[in-house]
């Protein structure tokens, strides 16, 4: 069985097309099915790997180390499970793949053209991840809206590939906005009309269409949409503003959406099993205390470039029935005005990764503050790099220790580059990317938290800790508790006299699901918790 929904957009980005993707692969796993998802990114670059996170928010890094967008990293929280390269798609690779067959004679004599050569690579292409996971149902999301000159090629194998299958494997969703017009207090279907009719003019005609809207959708609206865009009246689906985004598979269901789309493809009539999910969302709602998480980076005011890091907290925080509220605070912040004004009455502190030197000495001083206050710690790859530095220098006495990616003369590079970076010129996916194993030490908080000795998280970087230094560290109360197998990278360290001060060199929120948490997140949050427990305590 071979299945495949599509999901477009049109209007204007940014409406959740993700969400609904994710949305409609959850609902078909719990089906009983076999389900994967595939995201199309139509912009050239090859990867997500060199995007200013301002602009196109989180990397997000797939086990097999492909440098993603951040779509791909909620297909992984919502299905629980992990993706690789096979489910990201750009206008880039497709380029890539037909240039080099060129370059090979694969075209000798012929002409190479969008059409066919490009359209049959991304057919190819889509199909990659049916062929490699065994799945049975494909859902793919194709980024940016219809219209849009650089999606044409996609929107193009779409067609091609609806007409190459039999009817009943294809069924294509359009999601759109319904704008509310203030003066008249009314929704507005004409953008979803002029969309579709776009949609059409390709020779693609929704199956489907899903209306992004503010409040709930009339009925006499959802029968315009199905007239107006030929489209059965219940294959209009209300996608209204949510508190959270794991609603958004509940509400779909209460519609009927996965019913409606499982009976055009012809695939049975089992309900999804939404019970557990529903209890996650029920404790999500109503949780039963709260933590304050302060989370001190460089790119805080676009909270999607932290997605991740948000998500693993909700996730953790779900399972231990509290609410994380988290401040979002300036590494550049701190560094001006100090780390008490911004970190008064936080339970705990998270320093995520980042490159470059802006905001770094902030970062440090955040480290400093948690470190000496006794306040759980938890720092993900540059992280981890902070602690290093700040303990080098104020318990080490090192002065001037630093990383060389930020002081190239630092008299002590506690962090230093990775030995096989060493002459890599170019930038684009040639960092140390993807999941690697990690041996933890017995005894220790994170081996406490994995319950195993050996595990394999993701990375995303340059740069290390310096292992000519690991003995110093160690004597001064900086214990190395997870390495490589081969013991020369140091991939976990724990400051042995302190309540929860854990850095890692790696990325574990990548790895956490909505359905299953990351086990150091919620050693964290636990230690954030009895903080928070202690500090609001009477006095005796």
């Known amino acids: 069985m071979r299945k495949f929904i599509f999901v477009t957009g049109g209007v204007l980005s940014g409406l959740g097309k993700g969400v609904v993707a994710a949305s409609i692969g959850l609902l078909f796993k719990l089906r009983g099915y076999r389900v994967t998802l595939q995201k199309i990114d139509p912009y050239v670059n090859l990867d997500a790997g060199t995007m200013n996170p301002y602009e196109h928010g989180e990397v997000f890094v797939t086990r097999d180390g492909l440098e993603t967008d951040l779509d791909i990293g909620r297909y992984e ?14 206008t880039g690779q497709v380029y890539w793949n037909v240039i080099r067959q060129e370059r090979a004679g694969a075209f000798l004599g012929k002409t190479v053209q969008v059409i066919p050569h490009i359209t049959d690579e991304i057919k190819r292409l889509i199909q990659l991840p049916l062929d490699q996971s065994g799945a049975q149902i494909a859902v793919v999301e194709v980024g940016g809206t219809v219209g849009d000159i ?48 776009e949609l059409r003019a390709i020779g693609i005609q929704p199956d489907a269409i899903v209306a992004r809207c503010g409040r709930p959708l009339p009925e006499s609206v959802k029968r315009k ?7 059965d009246p219940e294959n209009v689906i209300e996608d209204p503003d949510l508190a959270s985004i794991y609603e958004v598979p509940l509400v779909l269901r209460q519609q009927g959406f996965d019913r409606r789309i499982a009976e055009r493809l012809g695939i049975g009539s089992e309900e999804a099993n939404v019970d557990r999910w529903s209890e996650l969302v029920s404790r999500l709602r109503h949780p039963s205390r709260h933590v304050r998480i302060g989370v001190v980076g460089k790119y805080v005011e676009l909270k999607d470039s932290y997605i991740s890091i948000g998500e693993a907290l909700v996730h953790a925080g779900v399972a231990l029935d509290t609410e994380v509220n988290v401040d979002w605070i300036p590494a550049e912040a701190v560094a001006r005005d100090g780390p008490a004004l911004h970190l008064d ?18 970062k440090v001083e955040a480290v400093r503050h948690v470190r000496e206050h006794g306040i759980p710690f938890l720092g993900l790859c540059l992280g981890l790099q902070c602690a290093a530095i700040e303990f080098a220098r104020d318990r080490l006495g090192l002065t001037g220790a630093n990383s060389s990616e930020f002081a190239p003369d630092t008299p002590h590079p506690v962090i230093d580059l990775l030995e096989e970076q060493a002459g890599v010129k170019e930038k684009g996916g040639t960092m140390r990317l993807g999941s690697y194993p990690t041996l933890l030490r017995r005894g220790s908080k994170s081996r406490a938290c994995y319950g195993v ?24 109360g900086m214990r190395i508790v997870g390495t490589s197998p081969d013991d020369r990278l140091v991939e976990i360290i724990e400051l042995a006299d302190h309540p929860w001060f854990v850095g890692v060199q790696f990325h574990p929120e990548f790895k956490s699901h909505f359905l299953s948490p990351h086990p150091l997140f919620s050693g964290f949050l636990r230690a954030c918790i009895e903080r928070g427990a202690s500090s609001s305590s009477p006095s005796p």
Do not use: M, W
């Open 225 to 231: 949409i199905a007239l107006f865009c030929d489209v």
């Open 150 to 197: 650089e999606g044409l090629p996609f929107l193009e194998a779409l067609r091609q590939l609806k007409d190459d299958l039999p009817r009943e494997d294809t069924f294509f969703v359009h999601l759109t906005l319904l704008p509310l017009l203030s003066t008249s207090d009314e929704l507005k279907t004409k953008p979803t009309q002029h969309s579709v009719k």
């Open 77 to 90: 929280r919502f299905l629980d499970e992990e993706l690789t390269r096979a489910n990201y798609l750009t």
């Open 345 to 362: 009455g936080v339970d705990g502190l998270l320093v995520p990764g980042g490159f470059g030197d802006r905001g770094i000495e902030g």
């Open 453 to 476: 000795d050996r595990i394999d998280e993701r990375h995303r970087h340059r740069y290390e800790f310096n292992s000519s230094y690991r003995e110093r560290f160690e004597t001064a």
